[in-house]
C-alpha cells in the first residue's frame, strides 16, 4: 500500500507563504498522478492542484491561480510533490491532502491569520 506523509503546514500570516510537502512510498506502479486537495471547517473537500506523473502538466483550482504552484520530485523509490503557496489569504486556511495511487495522507493544517 503506497503510504503518503505530508508536512510543511503551520501558521502564516496574511500574504506570506508556505511549501507543503507529500512524500510517496511504497508504490509499485512509478509515476503516478498526485493532487493537493483541501477543507475548511465546514466546508466540501476541494481540489487545489494536479500534475501529472513526469510533473508536465499541472492544473489548479481557480481560487489559488497564480498564487500557487504544485511540482514534484521522482526518485526510484520515492516521488515528492510540494505545493508552494505564496500571497496566502484567510481563505486559504485549512487541512491539506495530498492524494495519489488511490492513497490519501493524514492532512496538515495551514492557518492563514493575523
Known amino acids: 500500500q503506497v503510504q503518503l506523509v505530508e508536512s510543511g503546514g503551520g501558521l502564516v500570516q496574511p500574504g506570506g507563504s508556505l511549501r507543503l510537502s507529500c512524500a510517496a512510498s511504497?508504490?509499485?506502479?512509478?509515476?503516478?498522478?498526485m493532487r493537493w486537495y483541501r477543507q475548511a471547517p465546514g466546508k466540501e473537500r476541494e481540489l487545489v492542484a494536479s500534475?501529472?506523473?513526469?510533473?508536465?502538466?499541472?492544473?489548479?483550482g481557480d481560487s489559488v491561480k497564480g498564487r500557487f504552484t504544485i511540482f514534484r520530485v521522482n526518485a526510484k523509490n520515492t516521488n515528492t510533490v510540494y505545493l508552494q503557496m505564496n500571497s496566502l489569504k484567510p481563505e486559504d486556511t485549512a487541512v491539506y491532502y495530498c492524494?495519489?495511487?488511490?492513497?490519501w495522507g493524514q492532512g496538515t493544517q495551514v492557518t492563514v491569520s493575523s
Open positions: 511504497g508504490f509499485t506502479s512509478g509515476r503516478n498522478d
Open positions: 492524494q495519489g495511487w488511490g492513497s
Open positions: 500534475i501529472t506523473g513526469t510533473g508536465g502538466f499541472t492544473n489548479y
